[in-house]
DNA sequence: GCATTCTCTGCAACCGGTTGCGTGTCAAGA
DNA sequence: TCTTGACACGCAACCGGTTGCAGAGAATGC
């Protein structure tokens, strides 16, 4: 009588109680168009009054198919990850997919190890800025399908941010208000977002004849832009372009401690467009559309899997300077 | 010749090829104290050659055991749950466990939704500041085993974050600097924790004798506070506790456009504790202990699940005050 | 009125593992 | 020599769905 127990009902509950076989239970869910409308409705009534619902394991087991999809990412408190997460999981949630998260840490073994875990669970692999060789990475490719993002691996489907447009309207903006010697404020060298940006800098800066310089924080924080402010002001610009929004973020705050007006007397560019007006003054940033990325990841996942075809994809998002506050004059006299 | 398949070996090729049944390359990996030393080690081998990895999804179906654990949080993108995120993550990797992410945009439909798409895929489900009511909740938590945090509905288990030790001594730390007149910045209403730190707020206060006052933002968020700040000092208040540290960014930000400084003319203090030193002046803040309450949930889902006895749990986690710089003494005059 | 086609449903195999039970082997004990 | 029992392994059923194939009626064509 009081059976305490979680009972879920199966398939075969559902067809005892509805007098049909499983084959038709499972096909009222599956291909109602194959039943007549009397029993795929009949059995529905059935199956909602006992609270059935399909199994999601043992359908994948049979099919092969659970739309289930790993995300992976460096690190989930890293505030450039979680619109790309949102923007993902809206596109998972139309798809009828569910996600899994993987936080790497940064660790390229951890990475190892968290996308081998969710192989044979997923139906494919979105690596976000991936700290893998590409040896690797290719390794896994072959085992499942895989979509990098913010990672130039040739041959596999990537989405890839072009900051350069941004950079290089950074650059101008800042050379309109008057400034010579601009730094860039380097991340993470293995990063390829990284190794983009500075590219992009240089010729940018070139192009216009201005004098680049640059400082390397040891890695994409708050605490290192904070840090890393004596060695920028040791190099005599006037501006800052930062790797990133958090590293600017710690740029502010050290100047602000310093009593460095902003933009008065030095002005500070971001890069993806995460923190919004959050900070004081408003971070003039070059936007980095991280939530579309996501959601074309998710598409373009799908198109791999459904087609089965691994096609050389290179989806590239462009972008463009969002004008704020912490950008302006250069100062008269140093 | 030419197979293009990505071809994961399943079980039966590697007891063919290893000579040996299926059973027994189960057991190599599942108990092989049950088979000879001799036999473990040639079936792993040839395994190892072969690639084989044992299917998560088929495994979960005969065992009815997949490791894996479902989270939902209101907003991936707030602060506050990234680091509980992480916490979380942390703990089931050391299970061996795989987390899934759900993110319900601070809508109780889809919250509904994504509880029912995971159940029947995890063996527990976290639900993180749920905007679900009780009745859905325990609903659900009779399919599958739940754990809640900040959130607190009897006998189910759960994990609360306690701020009111923290903001009593926040109260005393404002108290200490002689303010008089101090306001609550409340959030959203439905939410467990505004409740309770309300409550803790207007306890303290009282017990200090000293005015409280109150406004209320709209939702936790960096736009509510700046726009409630005309609000806020028109209550004549000389200090502000915040509901969270995202809303209390948000009064720093209007302040400091207002060129009212912090703490000098105004004094602000957040909860949770999520930005760390990031703003200006850094904010003094309540701690909460976010990634503690992600480790926790998990640890207590699995003794849930394992020992099969929902028995009443109710974990809370105390907080202290995280002294920095946005509170400071009264001013003199107003 | 009979052959043919179409519609609807059931049978049974299958997905890739796990596990209770049984059997064969071999050494120790009586 | 004949139990007895431990040990190592295989057999076969099972988890809960899906799906190719076949068969039973009903509808259609001639």
């Given at each position: 009588m009081d059976e305490p127990w979680r009972g879920v009902p199966t398939i075969s509950q559902v067809a005892q109680a509805a007098g049909v076989s499983r084959a038709t239970v499972s096909r009222a869910f599956t291909?109602?168009?194959?039943?007549s409308q009397e029993t795929v409705s009949r059995v529905k009534s059935v199956a909602a009054r006992l609270g059935y619902v399909p199994n999601q394991v043992a359908r994948a087991l049979s099919t092969g198919r659970h739309g289930n999809i790993a995300l992976i990412v460096?690190?989930?408190?890293?505030?450039?990850?979680p619109p790309l997460i949102r923007g993902a999981q809206a596109r998972a949630d139309l798809a009828g997919a569910c996600l899994f998260l993987g936080s790497s840490d940064e660790n390229a073994d951890r990475e190892d190890t968290l996308v081998a875990k969710f192989t044979g669970q997923v139906e494919g692999v979105i690596l976000v800025s991936s700290r893998l060789d590409e040896e690797r990475i290719r390794h896994h490719a072959g085992r499942v399908p895989i979509v990098l993002i913010n990672r130039d691996v040739t041959g596999l489907p990537r989405v890839l941010i072009d900051t350069s447009v941004g950079i290089s309207a950074a650059v101008d903006h800042l050379a309109e208000f008057g400034h010579r010697r601009i730094c860039y404020v380097a991340g993470?060298?293995?990063s390829w977002s990284n190794q983009q940006r500075r590219k992009a800098m240089r010729a940018a800066m070139r192009r216009r004849g201005l004098e680049m310089v640059a400082v390397t924080a040891q890695r994409a924080s708050f605490e290192a832009g904070r840090d890393i402010v004596a060695a920028l002001l040791g190099t005599g610009a006037t501006a800052a372009i930062a790797f990133d929004d958090v590293t600017a973020q710690g740029i502010l705050v050290a100047l602000a401690e310093r009593r460095?007006?902003?933009?008065?007397?030095f002005s500070v560019i971001g890069c993806d467009?995460?923190?919004?007006?959050?900070?004081f003054p408003p971070l003039t940033t070059v936007s980095a559309r991280c939530d579309e990325a996501g959601e074309v990841a998710l598409d373009l996942l799908g198109d791999v899997t459904r087609l089965k075809a691994m096609r050389e994809i290179r989806y590239v998002l462009d972008t463009h300077l969002v004008v704020r506050g912490s950008a302006g004059t250069v100062p008269a006299a140093r």
């Open positions: 291909r109602p168009q194959m039943l460096p690190d989930v408190a890293n505030p450039f990850f993470p060298a293995a460095i007006a902003v933009p008065e007397r467009d995460v923190l919004g007006a959050t900070t």
